[in-house]
């Protein structure tokens, strides 16, 4: 793709755009109140907005590598922060999808630099669920199924944060985990159920 084919689209988006809705950028600059935040991987194939049909404005989004929430990322820490403090969205969503490239090589020994301190993150929800993952002898449905645990996972580091514990005693905020199946363009909903995951946290994360 050539650069200069963007700003071509560019135009023709903002034609599109103005014959529906002569105000629409009047309206879009006017500020922000997404009720979602959505926290997906970086992988080019998958697009928050188009995947949910959702239009600018109605989601605030996160992404990395593999959809991850490590707590000592001031990235991810600060884009909770400001979209729990300040947004008051009152869903999170932690979005994974099968054929995760992050995913993939966290499940090989190989040496990958810079990045290994990352996938060291998704090797240790591997480690976590080693006897679960061990048991599947397909490597595919393996694969698949770490995705899903990662997301899982990720759910629970959202779910540990000082923002989200005080937003879910003030006004009921809700996590939820979702896979990305590229093969069907579907969304599946893990069913992370919210209140069990705090109550087996309680103990040791709870903030007063």
Request: contains cysteine.
């Amino acid at each position: 793709m050539k650069t200069r084919q963007i700003f071509e689209n560019n135009k023709k988006w903002i034609a599109e755009k103005l014959a529906i809705d002569d105000k629409y950028f009047e309206k879009l600059s006017g500020g922000q109140s997404p009720e979602l935040l959505y926290i997906g991987c970086s992988d080019s194939r998958v697009t928050a907005e188009d995947l949910m049909g959702v239009e600018p404005g109605e989601v605030f989004v996160h992404r990395n590598i593999a959809n991850m929430v490590p707590n000592t990322d001031l990235s991810a820490m600060s884009v909770i922060n400001y979209a729990v403090e300040h947004l008051k969205v009152n869903h999170i969503v932690v979005c994974g999808h099968y054929y995760c490239g992050g995913v993939k090589a966290a499940m090989e020994s190989i040496d990958m630099g810079i990045l290994n301190p990352w996938l060291r993150n998704i090797r240790d929800v591997f480690r976590l669920h080693k006897k679960e993952l061990n048991a599947i002898k397909n490597e595919e449905e393996k694969y698949k199924r770490l995705v899903e645990l990662n997301v899982q996972e990720q759910c629970i580091s959202v779910i540990k944060t000082t923002e989200v514990q005080y937003a879910y005693r003030s006004r009921q905020i809700q996590v939820h985990g979702w896979v990305f199946d590229i093969h069907t363009g579907r969304l599946i909903d893990l069913k992370i159920d919210f209140q069990k995951v705090l109550q087996n946290l309680v103990d040791i994360y709870r903030i007063e």
